[in-house]
């Protein structure tokens, strides 16, 4: 059995991660119960989602997890442990079951109801013997459809807890043995189902073996359409998790093999042919192609690959064949670390959510208090002992706390699931609860507001200085650099005239250098090189001024105490920012473009985009980053930041709410709250505007729930509530909060949809 722990355990004494599937829970005091039983062992915390009927537990290294199933199963429920990457799994047997019981629970209501209304109505249609017939239909309703509900409060007795269970139990088990004590002691009886609304209308004489039967199909129908909608809510990350491929051609010795996925191994060359999915994180070798990437990114404008460009597993191959070379395997391909993100935002709890679970803990128990202190009442101060029974039925059955239970994990369930089909993760509801408050966003401008890819638009030489030479001493240097502006100066040279480098050294946030044929060459901003004492000739100067204007990057290239030219590179800005920063504008959220590029080109691409002059800061080194956080919170701003390398990570973290690029490195997706598939400014706007959808719902959820307890629990009391609107009124409650949940899939940002769903439209 695989268990998944963040950390060697063999090695290290942090804490382990469990991930248990809990079986048999019903409300938001069965969550209560099993976290408190986990939280009872040494150094144990746990966390309980019922939508997704999942533990997570942390627990000392040392912990024996067979010691955390059986605290569940003390509980009174079912615990397994769960495989690492293993899929969310429904009981298939207990939908069919509750499917099965339903439609029973149906086929004698319906009558039963009918000929109680009808001997109600017209009380000379009653024949000898009705009394019995309704024993026969209503009997096989409470005991052997009602019986998940009755095992689960029996289970809970046994434990000495109480759930929704209970009160359900409790009070159709009493409807039906007041029903068979009016019918043992001889004397008149009355159907109790057409007898009036409210209890002061019940006789003594009152029947409820139709009441309780018909609650009983009432409750079935709310539980087995809430079990299909929690289903229904998790199918996009089902669907996720079930887009890999499962097996794959291997070229090993010379010859084709077919292997499950599970069997490659890193350095592992492999192929894809037309239309078939990329089997895992790689870097092709031989061939092109185009890539759908929109499982990840959202987006199915095809992305052209060749060798040495890097893919992303699960992607689809759209034409040529490709000869890859696995980088990723498992568990730690980018489309697994996605869905990962996914499952532990579904598992996580949002502090709202923790406040419903402690009140419905001691909810239950006060509700049968509640109910005894009611039936008293009633039969100090009532005209009858049906009118006690009614009411006190009344108050058990509209108590049940399902919604409470249901109102934030449905909906971090569909809504995290949205947000995968759209590429942005949510890390959680922490996540969701932040960006409430965020009213700016800090952007770094290569990448983000531009598409990444610079190329080299021109090369200045000073006077007497040969253009060719210079390129190739600056692309020498910079071809051991991984820098955007290295890579376009590297690919703008002749290879043949690359040259050996020695000495090199990366200068962060200001260039390169290194040994050329004896001279020590310095490639970076004209910045970089007036601190050295190297300043532009004045033709340079006024050739890097025009550049700067224009939008473009400019590299001082020298050696020899002197500055031998100059290198213009460009970065075509993206077509979707101007509207990005339009959404983010519309949101309230204003843009903060921040880049360790010069002013004047700083500028001009702001003006581009749509980016207030002022909301500008250039020239900023990657320690700046965090300074920069810093200053605009103690301005009393609300911070997200966008980042994609290690360099960001800090400045992630030290913001209010961290955006990951999903394609940036491990540091920077561990530190953010949220991560994107796509290298574009516009996710950033989607992602706060689903988070803020989601997060909504979530509170309109509880405050239903929450309104709806408050309200109707002193209505039954009052006796103005029968047990029969009493039990339509609770199931409608669960339906309520978890078709408002729903409404979130079909959740499309203001921007519009993803190009991939407008072409699947």
């Known amino acids: 059995m695989e268990v998944r722990t963040t950390t060697d355990r063999a ?27 986990l939280g009872k062992l040494d150094g144990v915390t746990a966390t309980v989602n019922l939508a997704t009927e999942r533990a997570r537990v942390l627990a000392p290294a040392s912990t024996d997890p067979r010691s955390l199933l059986e605290a569940v199963e003390g509980a009174g429920y079912t615990a397994r442990l769960v495989a690492t990457g293993e899929q969310h799994r429904r009981d298939p047997d207990r939908e069919r079951d509750l499917r099965r019981r339903l439609a029973v629970a149906a086929v004698l209501a319906m009558p039963l109801a009918d000929l109680s209304l009808a ?94 039967a018909v609650v009983i199909t009432f409750l079935l129908a709310g539980r087995y359409f809430e079990a ?83 893919v992303v597993g699960g992607t689809v191959n759209a034409a040529g064949h490709l000869v890859l070379v696995a980088t990723r395997v498992g568990a730690d391909t980018r489309l697994a670390r996605m869905a ?52 006190a039925l009344a108050v058990l059955v509209v108590a049940c706390p399902c919604a409470l239970g249901l109102a934030t994990p449905t909906a971090v369930l569909v809504g995290t699931g949205r947000g995968a089909q759209l590429g942005v993760f949510l890390k959680g509801p922490q996540a969701l609860e932040s960006t409430r408050r965020i009213d700016t966003v800090v952007a770094d401008k290569t990448g983000t507001l531009t598409e990444g890819r610079m190329e080299l638009s021109d090369v200045i030489a000073a006077d007497g200085e040969c253009a060719a030479t210079m390129l190739s001493r600056a692309a020498s240097v910079e071809r051991a650099s991984e820098h955007p502006i290295a890579a376009a100066l590297v690919a703008g040279a002749d290879p043949g005239t690359m040259l050996p480098v020695t000495e090199f050294a990366a200068l962060a946030g200001l260039g390169a250098a290194g040994t050329v044929d004896g001279d020590e060459v310095l ?184 309104g709806y307890n408050t309200a109707a629990l002193p209505l039954a009391v009052a006796g103005l509530l029968s047990p029969l609107v009493a039990g339509l009124a609770m199931v409608l409650s669960s339906v309520f909060v978890v078709s408002q949940s729903l409404r979130l899939r079909g959740f499309t940002p203001a921007s519009g949809p993803p190009r991939a769903e407008q072409q699947r439209g």
């Open 11 to 37: 090695v290290t004494a942090e804490p382990a991660v469990y991930d248990l599937a809990v079986g048999g829970m019903t409300c938001a005091a069965c969550v209560g119960r099993v976290e408190r039983k």
């Open 119 to 212: 001997l109600s109505l017209f009380p000379e249609l009653r024949f000898v013997g009705w009394e019995w017939v309704f024993l026969g239909l209503a009997l096989p309703m409470v005991l052997w459809c009602g019986l998940p509900f009755h095992r689960a409060a029996w289970s809970a007795l046994r434990h000495g807890t109480a759930t929704m269970d209970t009160l359900v139990s409790v009070g159709t088990l009493a409807a039906t043995g007041w029903s068979l004590w009016i019918m043992l002691r001889g004397g008149e009886a009355a159907p109790g189902f057409g007898t009036g609304w409210a209890a002061l209308t019940r006789t003594d004489d009152a029947l409820y073996l139709d009441v309780a």
């Open 228 to 310: 299909r909608a929690k289903r229904s809510a998790g199918a996009a990350l089902r669907a996720l998790l079930d887009w890999g491929v499962k097996d794959v051609e291997v070229l090993r010795g010379g010859n084709v093999v077919r292997l499950s996925v599970d069997s490659l191994r890193v350095g592992d060359r492999f192929t894809a042919r037309p239309g078939e999915k990329i089997a895992t994180d790689a870097v092709v070798e031989q061939g092109r192609s185009a890539l759908d990437t929109s499982v990840i990114t959202g987006e199915s404008v095809p992305r052209e690959v060749g060798p040495g460009d890097p």
């Open 340 to 391: 990962q993100l996914v499952e532990q935002a579904q598992e996580s709890k949002a502090g709202a959510q923790r406040l419903a679970d402690r009140v419905s803990a001691v909810f239950v128990p006060l509700v049968l208090l509640l109910a005894a202190a009611t039936m008293v009442g009633w039969l100090l101060l009532g005209p009858s002992t049906a009118a006690a029974v009614t009411a």
């Open 523 to 706: 490639v970076g901003s004209p910045r970089m090189l007036a601190e050295r004492g190297l300043a532009l000739p004045a033709a340079l100067e006024i050739e890097r001024v025009r550049a700067e204007e224009a939008g473009a990057t400019v590299v001082g290239v020298a050696w020899g105490d002197r500055v031998r030219g100059l290198c213009t590179v460009t970065d075509r800005i993206r077509d979707t920012a101007p509207a990005a920063v339009a959404a983010l504008r519309g949101l309230g959220i204003e843009t903060v473009m921040l880049t360790g590029d010069n002013q004047r080109t700083a500028a001009a691409v702001a003006t581009v985009v749509g980016i207030d002059p002022g909301h500008v800061v250039a020239d900023a080194m990657p320690e700046d980053k965090v300074d920069h956080v810093r200053r605009l919170q103690a301005r009393g701003r609300s911070v997200a930041v966008v980042g994609d390398g290690i360099n960001d990570a800090a400045a992630l973290a030290a913001a209010d709410l961290g955006i990951a690029v999903g394609s940036g490195t491990d540091v920077a997706i561990e530190a953010a709250d949220v991560v994107l598939g796509r290298d574009d400014l516009l996710a950033v706007a989607d992602a706060i505007e689903l988070a803020r959808r989601t997060h909504r719902t979530i509170v309109s959820n509880l405050r239903w729930a929450f």
